[in-house]
């Protein structure tokens, strides 16, 4: 980050106190630059315990394009990047974060993150087909900026039973919500599927294995794992037909159940141990979302807090991110509390923690390697490369591009009958092969794809209409002009000196052919099938 | 860090080009080698596994009860070899009895569907950071070579949308990740059409990129990529490059021809079926016979789908259906091996992830087992015309020589000539076996 030279700082100064602020963005409360503080001071300390070198600082060019996918899930824009390089204020980088996070794109981009989160772990075709309505249910939220914990409770007390007949296709309706009933759904409405899955979800505890022996990796015992899913034993589970899904039950004072292939039935208990107290007309999913989302659950903040980290950072304070049930030591783990605390302190406000991650030195370091120390993942000596999924792949790629896609018809979505989109396939082939996104892999398959797919060779042609088009067809840019534009389309900077020097003799002579325009489509190809293209840095 | 092939062969290829040779590839030089490998009594193992997704019955395949409360309709006939009897709906394996061994005392814990794969696929559970590769990747690493034009792991069909765990190379990189064909997964519209789905995509230039440019930008991306990968360290970009690297071997050279199913009679794509898996067995023949090593053909269902064996409903009809693939595929691919002068150098492993209750549900299926369960080894490596192990009269429990995963694997390992006890560096740091040391192979079954 640059920082102020000595002369102009009073005199901006004197500017500040005599006019407005400009922009009326959200108020900036120092508690942001606070956090972000304290987090690079418990990183520094982490570095000296490890004899860890911190890499140098990003530039606005490694900076915008890494905020741009890591809150609206896509690259800039050329214009963007351009705008944001000449920008000279020293909040920029800030008010930058502020702006994406008012943005429809933030929304979309979490909304899908959560949503992945959501589905059952194992991906099942079936869960697959509640995706679209767990993602709006979310979207909704975040577009309303509902705090974190309220979600979580609105989700776990969800209605899954309209209050009379058949359910509404309108979403959020009053008492009864298809978004939310997806969710227990795509769980098959049993309540082993569903403890298992808040758990893992919203208090990073994997239980599953605990749902037929004692956990091999932790203190979770088989009792212990039923106590648990006796919250949710007032759910009937549906009955398999042949495409249709029959409507549920809810018997919303049920706390007991019976663990299968036993003849032992117990009573809901919390994971701590603690008996609930049981009224006169329990309420008991609610029992459950209020002990899960309160401020003194040793999980809940944590489990959040790390998973914002993971995202921003590639990998979390604890790693995996559904490990906090195991003996699983945190990297940092003041560093984790202190999130944790500020969470609550912010009422799970999770931009606030997104601001404070994003303003951080840490955050903010190159993710070039200048020092073995940094390839220690949870050391966060410099900024880890993270994999794309599928939909920043497509995203990125259509914004690099100027891609305009067809309006598609309404029906059934592609794989359930509907036609295959260009998005649609490309969402196909671009998922992970990895669980890990700091360890993304590409497939044989997928760089096919980009080098000879239909795609990219249309986005690469001379009869572009994107991008490649506009840069051949603008008649007042020079060579050096033009690539730089595709670069900055592409991987939003300019070319490097050592670049210039190899591709702006390669245009002017024309490649193979002579010709600069196919020259130039050459390069625009290249930049697309590159790693630094499809990496998020 | 390997130096990238294709740049040097971009020279001798322009040459080829300049001197008006159509297409650019080394064209007959492959076809040669295989031939010549085919007959090479050194030649190098190769297998090839049959995964039936969903847990396929043992009691109504490889290991019947004719006559007890839970045997079910289906008779037992007499195969090749003699006192080894196989279900009635197999015929045409049946006749390669003397070639198969049939474990029939598999015995592992794993119950459900996702970590049971996870298991049966790896040899190692599922849980904690270690990300342990597929049984194809260690094979590769042992038997491929670095240098072969097409990959050393070929997976047909596979089910990875259930979960990706099992189904990739894990901590041994990249480089022995699998190419996938006939993957069918929920984003994708309705099906392809088999010979469409079974090659390999995009594996042709554009039509207006000429090939001088083609070779100028993979030069142009070379010198990006070198200079990324050196400031980058790490997993992600040396993926990237590697499946780059053999990419564009993949286009360079006649090996993709190996997908084109065209080229065979119909006849013969008529004797191993016109579904997903007994194209997909076909594939694989071709694919064994042009040198590599590990290929891997799911059944998913009559025709794609996924855990179609896991016959919770409607056992017996179901399982006749499922039959008679597997039989016209397999037996296919035997006949085929075989006449190639293959099949001694090819070993064949048949298994799901579990077997099935001997106790019949009130919907007339059977479900998970992985109490007492089938596998089946057959062609190189092993000394066929035996079953292995016994589950007893009513199948509920193996009373002899039980087998479990780490054993089982480690005979597969034995059967290719490969070391089970060799160590692979994990990505915790700490070196892990191929196959796990209390692993008792079954020794009776190889050559």
Known sequence: ?????????????????????????????????????????????????????????????????????????????????????????PDKRRRLVDRLLEGPHYTANFARVWRDLLLPQNNNQTARFFAPQIESWVRVRLREDRPYDAMVRELLTAAVVPPNGPPRSTPGGPAFDQGALAFYQANELLPENIASAASRIFLGVKLECAQCHDHPFAQWKKNQFWEYAAFFSGLRPQVRQQGAFSPAQDNGERHEIKIPNTETVVQARFLDGKQPQWGDKPKVRKTLAEWMTAPDNPYFARATANRLWAHFFGVGIIDPVDDLGTDTLPSHPELLDELAAELVKHRFDLKFLVRAITASKTYQLTSTATHDSQNEPQAFARMLLKGLTPEQVFDSLVAATGYRERPQGRGMPPGFGGPNTVRSEFLSKFANASDKRTEHQTSILQALSLMNGKFVADATGLQSEGTLGAVLDAPFLDNRERLDALYLAALSRPMRPQEAARLVPYVTKGGPSGDPRKALADVFWVLLNSSEFILNH | MKRDSY???????????????????????????????????????????????????????????????????????????????????????????????????????????????????????????????????????????????????????????????????GFLGPQYAPLVVGETNPFMGPNQGTDQSLKVQDVDLPRDVDRAHAAARLDLLQDMESEFVAAHPGVAPLSHQTAYNRAVRLMRTEAAKAFNLEEEAPRVRDAYGRNLFGQGCLLARRLVERGVPFVEVTMGGLNGGAFGWDTHQGNFDRVKQLSAVLDAAWATLMTDLKERGLLDSTLIVWMGEFGR???????????????????????????????VGSTGKNGTAVEERPVGVSDFLATVCLALGIDPSKKNNSNVGRPIRIVDKSANPVREVIA
């Open chain 1, 1 to 89: 980050m640059r920082s102020l030279r000595w002369g102009a700082g009073p005199a901006l100064l004197g500017l500040a106190l005599l006019c407005p602020p400009l922009h009326a963005g959200p108020p900036r409360p120092d508690a942001v630059a606070d956090l972000a503080a304290r987090i690079d001071r418990h990183i520094a300390a982490g570095y000296a315990a490890r004899g860890a070198v911190p890499a140098p600082p990003a530039d606005d060019a490694e900076y915008i394009r890494r905020v741009y996918l890591d809150v609206a899930g896509h690259t800039p824009s050329a214009w963007e990047v351009r705008e944001f390089l000449a920008d000279k204020s």
């Open chain 2, 7 to 169: 740049s040097l062969s971009r020279r001798d290829w322009l040459k080829l080009s300049a001197a008006g040779v159509v297409g650019y590839s080394m064209s007959g030089w492959l076809e040669n080698l295989a031939n010549a490998a085919a007959q090479d009594p050194q030649r190098k193992r190769a297998c090839i596994l049959l995964w039936m997704s969903g847990g396929p019955s043992q009691m109504d395949t490889f290991d019947l009860k004719p006559g007890t409360l839970n045997g079910g309709p289906y008779k037992e006939i007499a195969t090749s070899a003699p006192g080894l009897r196989i279900s009635e709906h197999l015929p045409k394996i049946a006749k390669f009895g003397d070639r198969m061994a049939v474990l029939r005392s598999m015995s592992t814990k794993e119950g459900e569907h996702v970590r049971a794969t996870s298991l049966l696929r790896t040899g190692y559970m599922p849980t904690g950071p270690i990300q342990y590769p597929t049984l194809g990747s260690l094979v590769a690493k042992e038997i491929g070579s670095d240098e072969a034009p097409l990959p050393n792991f070929v997976s047909v069909a596979p089910t990875r949308f259930f979960g990706v765990s099992g189904f990739g190379p």
């Open chain 2, 357 to 387: 209750t001997p106790r019949i549900n009130p919907q007339q299926g059977r479900d998970h087992f992985p109490n007492a369960w089938s596998t089946v080894l057959a062609g190189g490596g092993i000394k066929g015309g035996q079953a």
